[in-house]
């Protein structure tokens, strides 16, 4: 049986919750300061999707996002993209539009799904709910909003991009 094996990236400015996502989903832990661990690149995850196995390898960039320092070796090869940004940060929401352009110019067009984080901090939010949704149309992605300190939704992101590309 073929083993599916999927290279996801994460985008998105810093300070949205990438890093967080990541260790979310694939080792089930939150932290407040999260350190990306020097020399690894990736964390990965399996799950199940209409019966086959599909194994998520999640890259992580290291931390140069606003620098727009992220290497030709972060994208390559990447088959699905996950484009964050925050609720408490107008800027990250801004800049998604620009995170797309630059994934379809690495990567080509890849399913992509926008995900609003920190949704625990909606009473602060500085994103209203039409204009989210009208970006996701505008990049024709799915919009997913996830708290990853509640852990809410992280799950549905994934498993969401894996049968998007099951489907292709
Ligand atoms: P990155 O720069 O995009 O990788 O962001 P990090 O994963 O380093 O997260 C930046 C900060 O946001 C950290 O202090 C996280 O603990 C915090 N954070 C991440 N996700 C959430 C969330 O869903 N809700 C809240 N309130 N804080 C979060
Ligand atoms: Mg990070």
Not at 20 to 39: A, L, N, P, V
Not at 51 to 64: H, I, K, Y
Not at 77 to 104: I, N, P
Not at 130 to 141: D, I, P, S
């Amino acid at each position: 049986e073929l083993e599916v094996a999927l290279k996801v990236v994460i985008v998105g400015n810093g300070g949205v919750g990438k890093s967080s996502m990541i260790q979310r989903y694939c080792k089930g832990t939150f932290t407040k300061d999260y350190k990306k661990t020097i020399g690894v690149d990736f964390l990965e995850r399996q799950i199940e999707v209409d019966g086959e196995e599909v194994r998520l390898m999640l890259w992580d960039t290291a931390g140069q996002e606003e620098f727009d320092a992220i290497t030709k070796a972060y994208y390559r090869g990447a088959q699905a993209c996950v484009l964050a940004f925050s609720t408490v940060d107008r800027e990250s929401f801004e800049a998604a539009h620009s995170w797309k352009l630059k994934v379809e110019n690495e990567c080509g067009e890849i399913p992509t799904v926008i995900v609003q984080n920190k949704i625990d901090l909606m009473d602060h939010s500085v994103v209203n709910p039409e204009e989210a949704e009208l970006l996701a149309r505008a990049l024709g992605c799915r919009l997913i909003q996830t708290s990853v300190k509640e852990d809410l939704n992280v799950g549905a992101v994934f498993r969401h991009l894996a049968a998007q590309c099951l489907a292709e």
